[in-house]
């Protein structure tokens, strides 16, 4: 397809396992974005992407959270020793081009990451 | 302080109504972007409509537009004659030029259409 593409839609896992979660952006999109939705909130920012470069990762709650984007297109965020307050939607957006604010992110439809 | 601000928890409108979502951002920023998404209960987030503070003119797409106010703050979303699949989940964000480039997002209204 066309969109943002994340996967998987779901996943549950005990307290204490690792998880990772897969964002595919839209093709030619540099910038990709990794955002945290608690339920009835916001979305919250976690961390940003320029191709490959990290540019921005104050939004992660811990050191337990780790993302990449190694060759610039697809990006993993690792949740290592899930706790339960890790329970959300994981929202994933691109957009194209770095500069100014006119270009909207686009969104995937998000993982629901159940920790029990 | 909160940057978005949403004071409708939840709406109800009548179908063919025309209903405003209430939006009031802060930022000392004197560029910025304001943005305006829906996500119905299957979860994906959908871009509704953009609004540049430098734009003069009010932003319209299709039955959505942005009734900015730049010296209230404010950025009202209008939805001219609802219907039944408008039901759903309304969220406002700003982007500002300077800082992180990421969207800042209010809590959310929950617009409901009845038939």
């Known amino acids: 397809g066309a969109g943002v593409s994340q996967s998987p839609r779901y996943k549950v896992a005990k307290r204490g396992q690792d998880v990772a979660l897969r964002c595919d952006p839209i093709?030619?999109?540099?910038?990709l974005f990794w955002y945290q939705q608690a339920l009835g909130q916001g979305p919250e920012f976690l961390t940003y992407?320029?191709?490959?470069?990290?540019?921005?990762k104050s939004g992660l709650p811990s050191d337990r959270f780790f993302a990449e984007r190694p060759e610039g297109s697809v990006s993993t965020l690792k949740i290592q020793r899930t706790q339960q307050e890790d329970s959300a939607v994981y929202l994933c957006?691109?957009?194209?081009?770095?500069?100014?604010?006119?270009?909207?992110?686009?969104f995937g439809d998000g993982t629901r990451l159940s920790i029990l | 302080a909160q940057k978005i601000t949403q004071t409708q928890p939840g709406m109800f409108v009548q179908e063919k109504e025309a209903v405003t979502l209430d939006c009031t951002y802060d930022?000392?920023?004197?560029?910025?972007?304001l943005f305006w998404y829906k996500q119905p209960s299957s979860g994906e987030m959908i871009f509704l409509i953009y609004?540049?503070?430098?734009?003069?003119q009010n932003a319209t797409e299709g039955r959505y537009s942005l009734n900015f106010q730049k010296a209230r703050k404010s950025a009202n979303l209008v939805i001219s004659a609802s219907q039944l699949g408008d039901s759903a989940m309304y969220f406002c964000?700003?982007?500002?030029?300077?800082?992180?480039?990421?969207?800042?997002f209010g809590s959310g209204t929950r617009l409901q259409v009845q038939p």
């Open positions: 957006a691109s957009s194209l081009g770095t500069v100014g604010n006119l270009r909207p992110q686009h």
């Open positions: 093709s030619g999109h540099v910038s």
């Open positions: 992407f320029q191709n490959e470069a990290q540019l921005d």
């Open positions: 930022t000392s920023d004197p560029s910025y972007g």
């Open positions: 609004q540049g503070s430098y734009d003069q």
């Open positions: 964000a700003m982007r500002e030029d300077t800082g992180r480039r990421a969207l800042t």
